[in-house]
């Protein structure tokens, strides 16, 4: 089955700078990649996906980017902001049809005033 | 409009004690699935269900984990002889179509097994 990678589990950045996470997956069929944020005592709330056949997706200041032949992509967040401390899932789908998402295990973003 | 909604928002249970977890998922969504989010990990799958039919349960971790969705909108995931490494938030998520799609999450029922 697929395996889903994600690091820091920890990240601390000044407010203003730019956060990277990163994450890498075993199935090579797997072709949706999500990434939720969630805050304590909440739910997973989608922020962004990218599909294989696309490379990049940006949302205003929220990019994706996808490297299907190294198997990783990568959440960049840039000029921070307090509300962005959480905690982001990474996620690939099972490929080869299946419908369930495996999730990495999480990175808890600290956001510096 | 309105959200998945899951219940109870917590729920304390005895070792032993059987518990029923439902979730309600947003109206025409075909696709549901539940997921297991133990403490300071990511949530880990544990059944799909597409319409009344439950396509995948490879994640249930023991027979004693039982999921259904009769009539293909409402579901309920019953834990039977719970145990305490049972102890965790239970997540509902539901998308309107089969496979790749975003999913939508309920805000988890909490299950603590004493």
Do not use: M
């Amino acid at each position: 089955g697929e395996n889903v990678e994600q690091h820091p589990s920890t990240l601390s950045v000044q407010e203003g700078d730019s956060a990277v996470i990163k994450c890498t997956y075993s199935d090579s069929a797997s072709n949706y990649f999500p990434w939720y944020k969630q805050e304590l005592g909440k739910r997973p709330q989608l922020i962004i996906d990218i599909r294989s056949n696309v490379g990049e997706k940006k949302d205003q200041r929220i990019a994706v980017t996808l490297n299907k032949t190294a198997k990783h992509f990568s959440l960049h967040i840039t000029e921070t902001q307090p509300e962005d401390s959480a905690v982001y899932f990474c996620a690939a789908n099972s490929g080869g049809g299946a419908d369930g998402l495996t999730f990495g295990k999480g990175t808890h973003l600290i956001i510096q005033p | 409009g309105a959200g998945v909604s899951q219940s109870p928002r917590y729920k304390v249970a005895k070792r032993g004690q059987d518990v029923a977890l439902r979730c309600d998922p947003i109206s025409g969504h075909v696709s549901l699935f539940w997921y297991q989010q133990a403490l300071g990990q990511g949530p880990e799958f544990l059944t799909y269900f597409q319409n009344e039919a439950q396509l995948d349960k490879s994640g249930l971790p023991s027979d004693r984990f039982f999921a259904e969705r009769p009539e293909g909108s409402v579901s309920t995931l019953k834990i039977q002889r719970t145990q305490q490494e049972d102890s965790a938030v239970y997540l509902c998520a539901s998308s309107p179509q089969r496979g790749n799609s975003p999913l939508h999450f309920g805000n988890g029922t909490r299950l603590t097994v004493t």
